[in-house]
């Protein structure tokens, strides 16, 4: 197998964290990217790896972030989309509902600033949605913070939503040119999601209850991330499919709207000041 220079977002702790051990595992260089500095730092030690830090709240933060990746790695093969979670409404520095902006603006905003370089590596695009996209997602274009519409899990559900679309439209947009792009459930994994958040979820994942969920473990959460990570589009996985347990899988009808697609796009590149 070939090895590769692998970027994960939310490498911290939970699915991300997983994932890096085993990529390490078989010889990539990987990459981690995290937003506690103990929690990051602590992941880098034990593997050896570079790291980098950006709370995603901040979107100069990301902007940071990716003018140093951009600098310290010429080629990039994989960009892993990882960190996320369901969190209360609450506006960022940015002015955006934090669900969204955690889950969907900063990583559009992170690939697009590393767009020339995922280019001429002729990168993949790993893109961690969720089930809940199909379970809570509705997305109302005119309103992506849901301001008129507001609960956790539909910011949570359209955010993962929103990933769906963006591999999609990423697909659309620069497949031609070399770039694939995937979306993935990692399956109900008992991790640190929801930790912070007001919503049933939490109980569900942050209470004894948890035991009664059959959670999966971390690491088959990130089996489907490491394959797809591995793999080769076009060979192993199809540019623009959502997978769930290494399969294409059914989701929101709202992810196979193209108009949508685009539209969700332009709207996302307006607000993070990309258009
Ligand atoms: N667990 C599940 O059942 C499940 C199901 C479907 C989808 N997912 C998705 O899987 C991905 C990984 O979640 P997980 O289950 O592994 O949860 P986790 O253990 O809470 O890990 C989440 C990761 O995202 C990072 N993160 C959170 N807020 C951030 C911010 N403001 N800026 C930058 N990074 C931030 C966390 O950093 P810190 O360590 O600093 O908090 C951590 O590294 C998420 O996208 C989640 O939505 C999870």
């Known amino acids: 197998m070939t090895t590769k220079v692998i970027l994960i977002t939310g ?7 997983a994932a890096a051990r085993a990529l390490q595992a078989d010889g990539h260089t990987v990459v981690l990217i995290g937003r506690s500095p103990t929690k990051t730092e602590a992941v880098a030690s034990e593997l050896h790896a570079d790291s980098f ?3 995603f709240a901040d979107l100069d933060q990301v902007r940071r972030l990716a003018a140093e990746l951009k600098e310290q790695y010429p080629r990039i093969d994989v960009l892993a989309n990882n960190a996320g979670g369901i969190f209360d409404q609450q506006r960022t520095v940015d002015g955006f509902e934090r669900t969204l902006q955690i889950n969907h603006l900063a990583p559009f905003l992170l690939t697009n600033l590393l ?38 899990n539909k910011a949570y559900g359209d955010a993962k939503l929103g990933n769906i679309l963006f591999t999609k439209e990423l697909h659309r947009r620069y497949h031609s040119q070399g770039l694939s792009a995937a979306a993935f459930h990692p399956g109900i994994v008992s991790t640190n999601f ?3 958040t007001s919503s049933p979820m939490r109980i569900i994942y942050q209470s004894p209850l ?23 589009p076009g060979d192993d996985w199809e540019s623009g499919e959502y997978y769930v347990k290494r399969k294409p899988a059914k989701t929101n009808a709202q992810a196979s709207d193209a108009a949508l697609a685009e539209r969700h796009w332009n709207i996302s590149a307006k607000m993070v000041g990309l258009d």
């Open 11 to 17: 490498a911290s702790d939970g699915i991300g964290a």
């Open 53 to 55: 830090l950006a709370d």
């Open 115 to 152: 767009m020339e370089t995922l280019l001429a590596s002729q990168a993949s695009v790993v893109n961690t949605s969720s089930a809940a996209a199909k379970l809570f997602g509705n997305i109302n274009i005119d309103d992506l913070s849901n301001d008129n519409n507001y609960s956790p």
């Open 194 to 196: 929801a930790h912070d």
């Open 210 to 232: 948890r035991r009664l969920m059959r959670m999966t473990s971390p690491e088959k959460g990130a089996d489907t991330l490491v394959w797809l990570t591995e793999g080769i």
